[in-house]
């Protein structure tokens, strides 16, 4: 599905967070927004699934207005993954994947349900602790069930707030790996990133923000050392392989 | 194949929490069946099959049958499941291990309105032969009833001004019920003797108070709300996950909450005032149930019920023949038989937290 952004602002108790943003995704796309902490990431993301309501401006999800949605409906559309998750009360990670269903399903889960779920789990190969509590698991296996749950939703939108920024090495890869096969399948995919590295190889476009306010947006190509140091006040390199950036950080810029 | 390993497993895990619902049941009605049987004055299984079939319709048997145990039993089994349910639905959608009825004041009010109505209306009194009478149980209720709403509505209202965080709502409960504490203790300061004896009386939690009204009372709220929360436990569930998901989920949150706060108090405001203070079941039977099934709502809500209904019943069976012919009230029993069940499952119980 396309997502189509205008104007949109958003305020926390009277302080604005978000200033004038315009954004449009493609089906299938794969956008990663970077910036700093506390640029506004995490809120233009929970706007996108009316988590956060908008001040002002508006959100069209292909012809629906998103306002206008109901919540199970944006629900069985739009698939999201916190930045951080933990539970009061721990669950397993069947039950945790099947409620993934839940936009889907009435009281009882069918049989339909029940099988999405294990071949989820399957695919994301969590099956040796399917009966296990989630909070028994390592942090990146726990993201990989959220991720799980997330699809077993089979949303058409997928939204993810900083997914690998817990995880070690292999995790990061399998995670991204992962969603960027959901947007080869026609999954529109909007992430919050920090490691730009990893934003440059599996994103199709970028959004840099800065202060509640896009800085800059485009294709990778936008990821130069002109565009970071004002975004991040940190002075970097960039390296360009036949189908690969490397950015690595030098040193704190000079105010 | 892997795929079906899984769902088997989670069919076997299913099966299995199934069959101990089950057990549950007919534990309950065998005991049941025993509570109505034992007290005081010992009755046949003959005799109750004949009073229930309708062969006698006159006498000891039938009298002590349908005007002193069934009611009393049927009370217990109904309290048992709306406090335990409360409790359970509570700590769900405020996310906290300790929410229950009592921690957010309820029973704290209601005590207050009790002694109020005692002490000030003077509904109570003691009779030189020791005997406690209350003169007038139902505005003695009424008034307990009444204020364990307002302190309820005081704690929603609050929720509702300042965004509905589980964490508002609980400080505010704490802060109200230190609040009506200190009430009923300045009204005890100035209460005579007489006064006070009923105050406390009326505290005791029991279940033998009840008549068919006021069971059928207790019955027709309990019930329905039950059954209401049993049909969100997918949105229970999903609100465990933190409010952000249970949004991406589809659930409405902050309705949800505030929905569930005023069921649970209602039914745990309503069998407080006219049973008493019953400690113990809303805060802890769902923990007992988490510790033994899981916490999947969907068989948590329910099983909460029958092991609340069994608890309660478990007690008042043992308040009505330990020390027969005299009865002590079920308020104190519940503590000193769910508190040592509770410890060994925190031993051997599935960790959770």
Known sequence: MKINIEGLEFSYNGKPTLKNMNLKVGKGEFLSIIGPNGSGKTTFLKCMNKILTPKQGSILIDKYDLNKLHREDIAKLVGYIPQAERGAFPTSVFDTVLMGRKPHMKWIPSSKDLEIVSDVIDMMDLSSFSMKNINELSGGQRQKVIIARALAQQPRILLLDEPTSSLDLKHQLEVLEITREQANNDVTVVMSVHDLNLAARYSDKILMMKDGEIFHGGGTDILTPENIEPVYGVSVDVKRDSDQIWIMPKKIACK | ?353
């Not at chain 2, 069959?19 to 069946?33: E, R």
């Not at chain 2, 916490?295 to 019920?305: A, F, Q, R, Y």
Request: hydrophobic share 50%; proline share 3%; glycine share 8%.
């Open chain 2, 1 to 353: 194949m892997f795929q079906n390993q899984v769902l088997d497993e989670y069919r076997k895990d299913i099966g299995q929490k199934l069959l101990f619902g089950l057990s549950a049941v007919t534990l309950l009605t065998l005991l049941t069946i025993y509570a109505i049987l034992n007290g005081p004055v010992k009755l046949t299984y003959t005799e109750m099959y004949s009073v229930f079939t309708g062969q006698i319709v006159s006498g000891t048997a039938y009298n002590i049958i349908w005007n002193i145990r069934l009611p009393q039993v049927l009370t217990a089994v109904v309290a048992g499941a709306g406090l335990a349910i409360s409790g359970a639905a509570m700590q769900s959608v405020l996310k906290n291990p300790l929410a229950s009825p009592f921690t957010l004041g309820i029973s704290h009010a209601a005590a207050f309105g009790a002694s109020c109505s005692i002490v000030l209306l003077g509904t109570g009194t003691t009779y030189s032969t020791g005997a406690v009478v209350l003169d007038n149980p139902y505005i003695t209720s009424l008034s307990a009833f009444t204020c364990s709403l307002f302190s309820t509505a005081v704690i929603l209202a609050l929720a509702k001004l300042k965004k509905a965080t589980p964490e508002i709502m609980i400080l505010a409960g704490i802060a109200l019920g230190s609040l009506f504490t200190a009430g009923t203790s300045a009204i005890q300061y100035f209460a005579e003797d007489t006064q006070i004896a009923s105050v406390i009386f009326w505290q005791f939690g029991d279940v033998s108070k009840t008549t068919w009204n006021e069971l059928g009372i207790i019955s027709l709220f309990v019930i329905p709300v039950s059954i209401w929360f049993a049909y969100n436990s997918w949105n229970y569930n999903a609100l465990n996950s933190g409010d952000d998901t249970a949004k991406s989920l589809g659930v409405d949150v902050d309705k949800l909450r505030i929905r569930a706060m005023i069921g649970a108090s209602f039914v745990s405001a309503l069998i407080v005032s006219l049973v008493g203070i019953i400690g113990f079941v809303g805060l802890v039977v769902p923990h007992m149930v988490r510790k033994m099934i899981g916490g999947n709502e969907m068989l948590l809500l329910p099983v909460s019920c029958l092991m609340g209904s069994l608890l309660l019943l478990a007690s008042d069976t043992v308040a009505r023949n330990i020390i027969s012919p005299q009865v002590l009230p079920v308020g104190i029993i519940t503590s000193f038989l769910g508190a040592p069940l509770f410890i060994y499952l925190i031993i051997k119980g599935r960790e959770y937290w």
